[in-house]
């Protein structure tokens, strides 16, 4: 059975989630679905960054002890996982999980040949949690975040990058290592031939306020903490544990022949594309198998922030409290590009769900099963041939699921959604020219029994092919679809519509028409 390992990034608790962080759990989640529903032995890891510098000065601005701050912001990551329908398997805390602390410090012995202590002087932002050399920082501020980085001069531990230039090129230019898209791939290689300096991987834990991890052996010293935090993916499998040095999900998941894919965004490429590749080529473990990365949400044009503010901006577990994990799934699915970034507003997650879910998909399940219960007592009609005009929908159903899994496999979202809405779409098209209701009344041909098969299996095609992206409205387009002691339950709407100003496309009266 082939196995497939997903994870998400560790977020930082320095605040609670916003809207961007939603958009990766549910992509990786839909992969993680997709994998499973195909047979696939799979498991998907999330979890939180818990040994941040910033998540100390994020505390000690609110006043607020330092546990205290991350595990109540910690547990509001956690319970997205409810909020939009997750099926997360692992949600690993760096700072509360036992199988984190000593994974991290086996992962750093395992390193010993390529750490050596010296004193540095750069440009530090907090924000990354990175150092910066001037020509990295337009207009001397930090392309992330804009704000002037601060001279640190401190003794660290380093880890010897620059060693591992061409193995990581290699990797990455025979596919050993795929990054997805390409141009974040030629954005990394680029990195790496311009020349890759060593880098710290440890604060004096003075300044970290005594939190993290210590340095095996130099306990003045923590981990730094993408160091710590870019070892969860192997930590939590129970790397550098049992008896045989490694945890069985250890080797089972990453020392496997499965695949290994990280789900992570942009500003984040650098840590997962060369940092932690390299610590892996140090340290033994094989190299994760891909990483798709996804651009930014943003808002009036601005990367959406931890610390911004707006009712636009909600929490997504309030959005889906309000709007439904429905709609906030599909908007991010839908809407977000392969490549680039998207911005954000709950006016247009609204007029996305409204138009496409309720007036489009559920409107088209409540016609399908409102005119088999009417013109056939809800019994569906055995298969039949395609109708006349029913080409493009039988098409449409039949190619579906190939496009799916195309798409995905190339990590485009947008454009799998898009091979389930064309099948609604079509389905729609096709009631507008079949014109069941006409048939029910005069049907020289007997049309109406192989329009109604059709259709019904369009709306079944449409409600398997979604599962990985709605799973809870595939479930109800499901129960819909179902015969019970051979007839269709009585139909109720699929979908609520959820702007005010929105009007549905109506069938005729006599057909009936809900969301």
């Known amino acids: 059975m082939p196995a497939t390992y997903v994870t998400t990034t560790l977020p930082y608790v320095n605040a609670r989630p ?44 609110a006043g607020v002890g330092v546990r205290e701050f991350v ?6 990551f956690g319970a997205l996982g409810g909020a939009l329908s997750l099926t997360v398997d692992d949600f690993i805390r760096t700072s509360r999980d036992p199988r984190h602390r000593p994974g991290v410090e086996a992962f750093w012995r395992a390193c010993a040949a390529d750490l050596y202590r010296q004193r540095y002087t750069g440009l530090y932002c907090t924000g990354c949690e ?9 207009d001397g501020r930090c392309p992330e975040h804009g704000t002037e980085p601060e001279q640190v001069s401190e003794e660290n531990w380093f880890f010897r990058l620059s060693r591992y230039a061409a193995p990581l090129r290699e990797a990455i230019t025979t596919g050993r290592l795929r990054i997805e898209p390409a141009g974040h791939r030629h954005e990394v290689l680029a990195l790496i031939d311009a020349g890759l300096a060593d880098f710290s991987v440890s604060r004096p834990a003075e300044r970290a306020g005594g939190w993290g991890i210590p340095v095996p052996g130099d306990p003045g010293q923590v981990i730094y903490v993408w160091f710590d935090a870019l070892c969860n993916y192997v930590t939590a499998l129970g790397y550098g ?76 577990a309030t959005l889906a409290a309000e709007y439904g994990a429905d709609a906030v799934r599909w908007w ?69 699921g190939d496009r799916v899994g195309a798409a995905l496999a190339d990590f485009d979202f947008r454009q799998a959604t898009a091979a389930v809405w064309a099948v609604a779409d079509e389905a729609n098209r096709f009631v507008n020219r079949a014109r069941p209701w006409d048939l029910a009344r005069e049907d020289p041909a007997g049309q109406l029994d192989a329009v109604l098969y059709l259709l019904a299996r369009a709306c079944t095609a ?39 100003a929105s009007r549905p496309v109506r069938a005729p009266a006599e057909c009936g028409s809900a969301g």
């Not at 939603?22 to 960054?49: I, K, M, N, P």
């Not at 595990?71 to 509001?76: G, I, L, Q, S």
């Not at 088209?364 to 080409?391: F, H, K, Q, S």
């Open 71 to 76: 595990d109540r912001n910690a547990e509001a």
């Open 462 to 500: 449409a409600g398997q092919e979604l599962a990985p992206f709605l799973p809870d409205a595939a479930a109800r387009i499901a129960r819909q679809c179902t015969p019970v002691d051979g007839r269709l339950p009585a139909p109720s709407p699929v979908f609520r519509r959820l702007g005010p």
């Open 241 to 316: 544990q049992g008896r045989k040095g490694h945890g069985e999900a250890y080797r089972r998941w990453w020392a496997g022949q499965g695949s290994r894919v990280h789900v992570l965004g942009k500003g984040v490429l650098r840590f997962h594309a060369v940092y932690w590749p390299a610590m892996l080529l140090a340290s033994g473990p094989p190299l994760p198998t891909a990483l798709f990365v996804h651009d930014y949400l943003t808002t009036g044009g601005r990367k959406i922030s931890k610390s911004a503010a707006g009712t636009d901006l909600a929490e997504p």
């Open 332 to 400: 991010l699915l839908r809407e977000v590009p392969r490549v680039g970034d998207a911005d954000f507003t709950v006016g247009r997650l609204i007029a996305r769900a409204d138009d496409e879910l309720a007036n489009g998909l559920g409107n088209l399940v409540n016609r399908v099963v409102t005119m088999i219960g009417r013109y056939r007592d809800g019994r569906i009609p055995a298969p039949a041939p395609v109708p006349r005009d029913g080409e493009d929908l039988d098409a449409a159903i039949r190619l579906a």
């Open 18 to 61: 916003h809207i961007g962080h939603a958009l990766e759990f549910v992509q990786a989640d839909v992969l993680a679905r997709y994998h499973r529903g195909r047979g696939d032995a799979v498991r998907f890891q999330a979890g939180t960054d818990d040994n941040s510098l910033k998540n100390v000065l994020a505390a000690e601005a």
């Open 130 to 138: 990175q150092f910066y050399t001037p020509a990295e920082l337009p």
